[in-house]
Every structure is written in C-alpha cells, then in structure tokens.
C-alpha cells in the first residue's frame, strides 16, 4: 500500500480548518478506504500537540491527538538513524528541526510528504512534496 508522510501542517490545517483543508480531508479519505498508509514522525506529533495547545488550550490538543490515532495513522518512532538524518538535513537546509524529521521520514520510507510550509522548498528534488 502507498504511504504518504503527513507533516504536522498538514493537520494543523485540518484541525484549524484552515485553507487547503479539503486536501488533506481527501488523503485522510484515501487513507480511510485503504489506498494509502499515512506516516507522522512521532516529533511531529509532538509539534501538533503543543501549536494546537498554545493556539487553542491542552483539551483541543488532546482531543487532536485522538483523533489522529482514531484516523489510525502510523506514528513512526524516532530512532537514532532517523535523528541523524533529520540533523544532516538541518545542517543543510534552513528548515525547522521537527520540519526534518517529516522531511527524512518521507525519504526513509520512499514516498511524499504533504505540506503547505513553504521552508519544503529549499529540499533536494529526493524527496518528494506535494503541495497543500
């Protein structure tokens, strides 16, 4: 089965409601009728929970993260490998730390990631965006 590596904007806009929703609603379908496996860096998990936290209290973000696990969304573990292929990423690229993370797990497992955050664009052409 495919996978697609959600980055955490994709469901900050999905939780704010925000423009570009519809798109990761249709992904998230998808995912729901088994044609794709979306993948989130447990870091990025952690990032969701705190920008849903400060901009709407610890409940909303709480609640959020239910539903991500009631979405069955992979939340993959972060190991030493893929630290450090965050941090060479970081090294190189004007990306935010927890940015990388989604960044090297898209290429770790070979598939896009879905963002809206325009720092995706100073990325090699190795890994994959699609584009909120």
């Known amino acids: 089965m495919p996978k697609i590596v959600f980055d955490s904007y994709a469901f900050m806009v999905y939780f704010l409601r925000e423009a570009g929703s519809k798109k990761v609603v249709e992904w998230i379908f998808k995912a729901q009728e088994n044609e794709c496996e979306i993948v989130l860096s447990l870091i990025?998990?952690?990032e969701i929970y705190y920008s849903i936290a400060r901009a709407e209290g610890e409940q909303k973000a709480r609640d959020c993260l239910i539903v991500i696990?009631?979405?069955?969304?992979?939340?993959?573990?972060v190991d030493q490998e893929?630290?450090?292929d965050a941090a060479r990423l970081k090294s190189k690229y004007a990306l935010s730390y927890a940015d990388?993370?989604?960044a090297a797990l898209a290429k770790r497992e070979n598939c896009p990631v879905l963002t809206g955050d325009k720092e995706f664009r100073k990325l090699p052409s190795d890994i994959k965006v699609l584009w909120i």
Do not use: Q, R
Not at 69 to 77: F, G, I, P, R, T
């Open 69 to 77: 696990e009631e979405l069955s969304v992979d939340v993959a573990a």
């Open 100 to 102: 990388c993370f989604a």
């Open 82 to 84: 893929l630290t450090m």
């Open 44 to 46: 990025n998990w952690g």
